[in-house]
């Protein structure tokens, strides 16, 4: 099989767990780029930090972000987009603005978040303060849901944090019995992700591969958690990161290292270094 395109997760598989790449990660990208391969960032995270990221590994394609919501090689134009629409948008920070959380609408120009403190430190200063690069703006206001009045505003995400499990839980149910035509995910117990319904990481590298007209079976997807599974299994090698979780291994076809023990780079020397270039392969199809 030819593979023509990379699909990267960020967090838990490109990433480290400090937060940092590994130099051999950025040459494993650029050896496969070499190849012909289209190599493309699939994460929850918003576009500017996915963009700047993909720059520094010299990624200079359409990336899928905010879990699927977004779809772009620039800020200021969208190929594909799945928002929530703006009285949703509202009647959902309306809603969870009555809860113990932090809300924070995670738009790919910027995010807006409430300053509402809830009883755990940890998510307090989390939410306080960001770690969002300088060009990505991002503002505090004492309620979203005023604010929102005022400026209607159609999210692709929202990100909520709460001070428990247990509280977390309550929220989703109650949104989920009071919403139509929205997806809840809870990350790590207490932090609820709400994005528009259809928006999923599977989704965005479907639409992808058929913007560029590259089969699923012609893919390779590189994830960690849970929300990477369905890109895992819909491509043509499905790989799971040694750090994810059990349903998730399960699910692909090949197990790589962890994030910490080159991962990405060992998988991608592994199973391209025999791979010709794509305009070669091309090539002797049609000399064929």
């Given at each position: 099989?030819?593979?023509?395109?990379?699909?990267?997760?960020?967090?838990?598989?490109?990433?480290?767990?400090?937060?940092?790449?590994?130099?051999?990660?950025?040459?494993?990208?650029?050896?496969?780029?070499?190849?012909?391969?289209?190599?493309?960032?699939?994460?929850?995270?918003?576009?500017?930090?996915?963009?700047?990221?993909?720059?520094?590994?010299?990624?200079?394609?359409?990336?899928?972000?905010?879990?699927?919501?977004?779809?772009?090689?620039?800020?200021?134009?969208?190929?594909?987009?799945?928002?929530?629409?703006?009285?949703?948008?509202?009647?959902?920070?309306?809603?969870?603005?009555?809860?113990?959380?932090?809300?924070?609408?995670?738009?790919?120009?910027?995010?807006?978040?409430?300053?509402?403190?809830?009883?755990?430190?940890?998510?307090?200063?989390?939410?306080?303060?960001?770690?969002?690069?300088?060009?990505?703006?991002?503002?505090?206001?004492?309620?979203?849901?005023?604010?929102?009045?005022?400026?209607?505003?159609?999210?692709?995400?929202?990100?909520?944090?709460?001070?428990?499990?247990?509280?977390?839980?309550?929220?989703?149910?109650?949104?989920?019995?009071?919403?139509?035509?929205?997806?809840?995910?809870?990350?790590?117990?207490?932090?609820?992700?709400?994005?528009?319904?259809?928006?999923?990481?599977?989704?965005?590298?479907?639409?992808?591969?058929?913007?560029?007209?590259?089969?699923?079976?012609?893919?390779?997807?590189?994830?960690?958690?849970?929300?990477?599974?369905?890109?895992?299994?819909?491509?043509?090698?499905?790989?799971?990161?040694?750090?994810?979780?059990?349903?998730?291994?399960?699910?692909?076809?090949?197990?790589?290292?962890?994030?910490?023990?080159?991962?990405?780079?060992?998988m991608i020397k592994e199973h391209f270094r025999m791979q010709q270039r794509i305009e070669f392969l091309d090539k002797l199809k049609v000399d064929r």
């Amino acid at each position: 099989m030819i593979y023509r395109l990379l699909a990267l997760n960020i967090d838990g598989t490109l990433l480290r767990s400090n937060g940092r790449l590994q130099p051999s990660t950025r040459e494993a990208i650029d050896f496969v780029q070499k190849k012909g391969v289209y190599v493309t960032l699939v994460t929850s995270r918003h576009f500017q930090t996915a963009k700047k990221l993909a720059k520094a590994l010299k990624i200079n394609n359409i990336l899928i972000t905010h879990s699927g919501a977004f779809i772009s090689d620039k800020v200021d134009r969208s190929l594909y987009e799945n928002r929530i629409s703006e009285e949703k948008t509202f009647n959902l920070v309306q809603v969870l603005e009555t809860f113990d959380c932090n809300v924070r609408i995670v738009h790919e120009r910027f995010s807006l978040g409430n300053r509402k403190k809830v009883s755990s430190n940890i998510v307090g200063k989390t939410l306080l303060s960001p770690t969002d690069p300088l060009f990505y703006p991002v503002q505090f206001v004492d309620s979203l849901g005023e604010n929102l009045r005022d400026e209607p505003l159609a999210a692709p995400k929202i990100e909520v944090y709460f001070s428990g499990k247990d509280l977390c839980t309550e929220a989703e149910k109650v949104l989920s019995d009071a919403f139509e035509g929205i997806v809840t995910r809870s990350k790590s117990g207490n932090v609820l992700e709400i994005t528009a319904k259809g928006v999923s990481k599977g989704n965005g590298l479907r639409w992808l591969g058929q913007y560029l007209k590259v089969a699923p079976e012609e893919m390779v997807a590189i994830g960690d958690s849970d929300d990477d599974k369905e890109m895992i299994e819909m491509a043509g090698l499905g790989v799971a990161m040694g750090n994810a979780p059990f349903e998730v291994k399960k699910a692909a076809d090949w197990i790589t290292r962890n994030n910490d023990d080159q991962g990405v780079s060992y998988m991608i020397k592994e199973h391209f270094r025999m791979q010709q270039r794509i305009e070669f392969l091309d090539k002797l199809k049609v000399d064929r």
